[in-house]
């Protein structure tokens, strides 16, 4: 299985980004799926989780601004980022599950994309 992500770039704060993340090949193995970010000498974080059946958690930093969500005929999964903060400012990655549930621990996440930079300027 692949995760590719895109939908990244630089962006003004107050305004709004939409990731995409792509998943191919045995794609019929996923199920729990979220996003993560990293930002400079920082841990990676979670953002936001969503089981197969559309359950969401949101950290709390990201909650009111942030919504996942996915089309699973396509296993595809989004985040559209409203109201960008400079402290949103990261490598944002995709991750994929074979586990069910909605999952808020990187060690059950058993594929992981690249990544996507994500830039929001004061």
């Known amino acids: 299985v692949q995760v590719v992500e895109s939908g990244g770039g630089l962006v003004q704060a107050g305004r709004s980004l939409r990731l995409s993340c792509a998943a191919s090949?045995?794609?019929?193995?996923?199920?729990?799926m979220a996003w993560y970010r990293q930002a400079p000498g920082k841990e990676r974080e979670l953002v936001a989780a969503i089981s197969f059946g559309g359950r969401t958690y949101y950290a709390d930093s990201v909650k009111g601004r942030f919504t996942i969500s996915r089309d699973n005929a396509k296993m595809t999964l989004y985040l559209q980022m409203n109201s960008l903060k400079p402290e949103d400012t990261a490598m944002y990655s995709c991750?994929?599950?074979?586990?069910?549930?909605?999952?808020?621990?990187?060690?059950?996440?058993?594929?992981w994309g690249q990544g996507t930079q994500v830039t929001v300027s004061s």
């Open positions: 991750a994929a599950s074979r586990l069910s549930g909605l999952l808020t621990t990187p060690s059950r996440y058993d594929y």
């Open positions: 090949g045995g794609i019929f193995s996923i199920n729990a």
